[in-house]
């Protein structure tokens, strides 16, 4: 992939500083972790108790500050920087950037630490969390970032190709769940976040992940599994069967993924979010497993896996082209199954798109 330039975090930047006095607030503070990576592409080697902030407001240009032995490091971000050295008052020093009486947002990862630092440099400032009060922030994805998130996609679906050759019966969910971190690391993956492997009873646990239970013929098998490529997240889940499934677990299988259609023929510019949620549970309430849907439709990933906006009842936030988050309605029953469709969308111009496209049949393994 093409790097981003200076440009493009310039770009975002603006847009930030816009969105901020849109919302009645001086400026935003950023700290380290996927806000700051957005909008300077500079990420420290590690987060410590040394404070590093990115200051964006209107009435100044984007100015960093950082710990002195960190400068050379952050020297390629496209911003102003001012150091500071151990032995000196980090908060005076980033005082000195802010507005004595100014309301800002903040990266939602900053160490409480820091925030009360500031809070008692300046006692007539006040903070909003940056999700609060910025949901969409990173929310609406550039042609280059959903290009990022469309190679993650391709190849976490290349991993599942692969995945459903192996043999189940007979081992642990936990070598499963190897398996599938290899592969996605194969198929050009830098850090491997989640590999759900719910089997039987286990699968009616949507964050199981994977343990030492030994898959069984008959199993419906959970697999949902993502991580980073490129900076930018995947996130997929197929349910499987080991050997043929019995009618009934056929037609459960069957509610999800009429479910998950339904939700995604929803997707298009101007409806709330939380309709998204709606198709998929009418789906699902109809036929009268509304109470086995324990979890939202869906959210957002970029360089998160879970980011704004989420697909919940009372989120009514409109769609907006750009935007790219999960649908993945599922059903759990206790004691007996789970089963699970997702795939991340994308919305354009006059619909959706999906960026998972491996089949939503109900594969049988061995």
């Not at 996927?34 to 990420?43: A, E, I, K, M």
């Amino acid at each position: 992939m093409t790097p981003f330039t200076s440009k493009d975090y310039v770009q975002r930047m603006e847009r930030a500083v816009a969105q901020a006095a849109e919302a009645g607030l001086t400026g935003l503070l950023v700290t380290p972790g996927p806000d700051l990576t957005y909008f300077t592409g500079y990420q420290p080697t590690a987060i410590t108790e040394r404070i590093t902030m990115l200051v964006l407001d209107a009435d100044h240009d984007p100015h960093l500050i950082v710990p002195v032995l960190e400068r050379p490091d952050a020297e390629g971000a496209p911003v102003a920087i001012t150091d500071w050295a151990d032995g000196t008052d980090p908060y005076a020093a980033a005082a000195r950037l802010l507005d004595p009486s100014g309301r800002y947002a903040i990266s939602d990862s900053a160490w409480a630490m820091h925030l009360l630092g500031l809070q008692k440099a300046l006692p007539d400032s006040s903070y909003t969390s940056m999700t609060g009060s910025l949901p969409m922030l990173r929310a609406v994805k550039d042609a280059d970032e959903v290009d990022r998130l469309a190679a993650a996609g391709a190849a976490a679906d290349a991993a599942y190709e692969q995945i459903i050759s192996v043999r189940f019966e007979g081992r642990t969910e936990r070598e499963v769940g190897n398996d599938l971190a290899r592969l996605l690391t194969e198929h050009g993956h830098s850090q491997v976040d989640f590999t759900v492997v719910g089997s039987g009873p286990n699968g009616a646990n949507p964050h199981h992940e994977m343990g030492d239970r030994v898959i069984r013929r008959g199993d419906m098998v959970v697999l949902d599994f993502g991580g980073l490529k490129d900076s930018y997240g995947s996130d997929t889940t197929r349910t499987v069967h080991v050997g043929p499934p019995t009618a009934d677990e056929q037609e459960i299988f069957d509610v999800v993924r009429r479910a998950q259609q339904a939700a995604f023929e929803a997707v298009r510019p101007g409806i709330p979010c939380q309709e998204v949620d709606r198709m998929a549970r009418r789906v699902i309430d109809e036929a009268g497993y509304g109470e086995y849907f324990i979890h939202r439709t869906g959210h957002g990933i970029g360089l998160t896996t879970h980011e704004p906006p989420y697909m919940v009842e009372g989120e009514e936030q409109p769609l907006v082209p750009g935007m790219c988050f999960s649908i993945e309605p599922g059903i759990y029953l206790p004691g007996r199954l789970g089963v699970r469709i997702e795939d991340i969308v994308t919305v354009t111009e006059t619909g959706g798109r999906r960026l998972n496209n491996t089949s939503h049949d109900l594969q049988v393994v061995a």
